[in-house]
């Protein structure tokens, strides 16, 4: 009776840092995915420095690894716990240990998505330079789109803070109708500066997963617009705003990148343009 009573507890202490481990383990790796497929040692990094904030010694850290095709993130923890009650059995430890794998996927849903539309019909790589609002893509368009509404101040609204609203693969629309030149350029800066501010040494291979230099973007189908249209979205895609000079030249790289607040694509209807979400499968 004194046995199992000395077990009982001590198992009792076993589940309680299980389940220490296995949430810091969810943490982690979902943090770290935020960061693939670009950048894999920031991945690592980011997830090891989660499970610490999480209780985890680095110790206790026996692994974390980046897949071969930088898609997942798996992190393994090891904790050896000292027995109270189970020393009168000959028991001194246990051993506990938990591991959890995100993956990141094709995002199928947004929020949070700038404005400007780029047409999917042109590919695309990551690192690649791309010129917005460099010619018209239809008569009377330019690439903004009216999300919630139309007009300067809801166009300048939506870059600075991103759409509130979510848009999916398959909705439709609407075109913003002329260059909008003052209130696109205000607002990018005003980007730009807050990136600046908030994460200096940013670049486009590295930076923070929050950057504000960071645009989320619909993947649209231009082909067909005239004026003021509706235009199907086919994906979204991540960029890197780099500048918006007095020439309205707004220069911005493509990038991979996680989109907080996404929804992964279920259906497996959405084309992948560099747009993820960090999805935890184990």
């Not at 670009?38 to 985890?56: D, E, H, Q, R, Y």
Request: some cysteine.
């Amino acid at each position: 009776m004194i046995g199992a009573m000395a077990m009982s507890a001590d198992v009792g202490v076993l589940y309680f840092n299980w389940q220490c481990l296995q949430s810091a383990a969810d943490v982690g790796a979902v943090a770290g995915a935020a960061y693939l497929p670009s950048n894999s040692a920031l991945a690592i990094s980011t997830a090891n420095s989660f499970v610490a904030k999480n209780g985890i010694l680095p110790a206790e850290i026996t692994s974390t690894t980046v897949s071969s095709d930088a898609h997942s993130l798996n992190i393994q923890l090891l904790r050896n716990v000292p027995y109270s009650f189970a020393l009168l059995l000959g028991l001194v430890t246990g051993n506990v240990s938990a591991q959890a794998t995100a993956r990141i996927q094709t995002i199928g849903k947004a929020i949070g998505v700038t404005p400007m539309g780029i047409d999917y019909r042109t590919a695309y790589s990551s690192g690649q330079v791309v010129t917005l609002i460099q010619g018209q893509v239809g008569p009377g368009n330019w690439g903004a789109l009216a999300l919630g509404g139309s007009g300067a101040s809801n166009l300048s609204k939506n870059i600075q803070n991103g759409y509130q609203g979510s848009i999916a693969t398959g909705d439709l629309v609407t075109t913003e109708t002329g260059l909008s030149v003052g209130p696109i350029r205000s607002s990018l800066n005003f980007l730009i500066t807050a990136g600046q501010n908030s994460d200096p040494g940013g670049t486009f291979a590295s930076h923070t997963a929050t950057d504000q230099r960071v645009l989320i973007v619909p993947m649209v189908d231009f082909s067909s617009i005239n004026g003021n249209s509706q235009v199907p979205v086919k994906g979204f895609a991540a960029l890197w705003l780099v500048s918006d000079d007095s020439q309205d030249t707004i220069q911005t790289y493509f990038i991979n990148q996680v989109a907080p607040g996404s929804t992964p694509d279920i259906t497996g209807t959405s084309t992948n343009f560099g747009a993820f979400e960090a999805v935890l499968i184990q």
